[in-house]
């Protein structure tokens, strides 16, 4: 099974920074790799697919990049709305099709 | 506009049985695999099943092998999840989700509590 490790676990920053989250494989997942917000109450949201393409309807400011084993989320200027619990998944070798243990971004 | 939705949801004892359902309707339920994933309180979401889009494929994670049934009705534009042998540890909400599509859009539902306690 592929374990996702998720780098930092929470993340203070202030609206109008720039965020980079990371995520690790512990084998490759070549570029099978997606990237969710949660916030409490809902359901993930889906932002990045295939380790670099935006999700429809994302913002501009979400960018993924990375192959492999080694994958960033970025979040080019922080809006208030950005705050949010973010998930990685892999979807190149499965089942299970495994999620990281997440990281909290919360208003520095 | 599209719309998953969960249903049965409920608290039960360990050992007993439960099925769940997640209609939907809004987009070609027929064409999409489909999965669940929990969550249980606090913790990370958990992918627990997925059928592909005619029931020709299904895997589950190895935490509900043999225990959890995935099945869909294209018919019905539903899927389901029958969950036997229940134990505390599957106590989560429960999400239904579609496939990522080739226009990078996926569907989730709101989910549905399932409590296993005595």
């Known amino acids: 099974e592929i374990v996702l490790t998720q780098s930092p676990a929470t993340l203070s920053l202030s609206p109008g920074e720039r965020a980079t989250l990371s995520c690790r494989a512990s084998q490759s997942v070549i570029t099978s790799l997606a990237w969710y917000q949660q916030k409490p109450g809902q359901a993930p949201r889906l932002l990045i697919y295939d380790a670099s393409n935006r999700a429809t309807g994302i913002p501009a400011r979400f960018s993924g990049s990375g192959s492999g084993t080694d994958f960033t989320l970025t979040i080019s200027s922080l809006e208030p709305e950005d705050f949010a619990v973010y998930y990685c998944?892999?979807?190149?070798?499965?089942?299970?099709?495994?999620f990281g243990q997440g990281t909290k971004l919360e208003i520095k | 506009q599209v719309q998953l939705v969960e249903s049965g949801g409920a608290v039960v004892q360990p050992g007993t049985s439960l099925r769940l359902s997640c209609a939907a309707s809004g987009f070609n339920f027929r064409t999409y695999g489909m999965h669940w994933v929990r969550q249980s309180p606090g913790k990370g979401p958990e992918w627990v099943a997925v059928i592909w889009y005619d029931g020709s494929n299904i895997n589950y994670a190895a935490s509900v092998k043999g225990r959890f049934t995935i099945s869909r009705d294209n018919s019905k534009n539903t899927l389901y999840l029958q969950m036997n042998s229940l134990r505390a540890e599957d106590t989560a909400v429960y999400f239904c989700?579609?496939?990522?599509?080739?226009?990078?859009?996926?569907?989730w539902g709101q989910g549905t509590l399932v409590i296993v306690s005595s």
């Open positions: 989700a579609s496939q990522i599509d080739y226009g990078g859009t996926d569907y």
């Open positions: 998944q892999q979807r190149s070798n499965w089942p299970p099709y495994t």
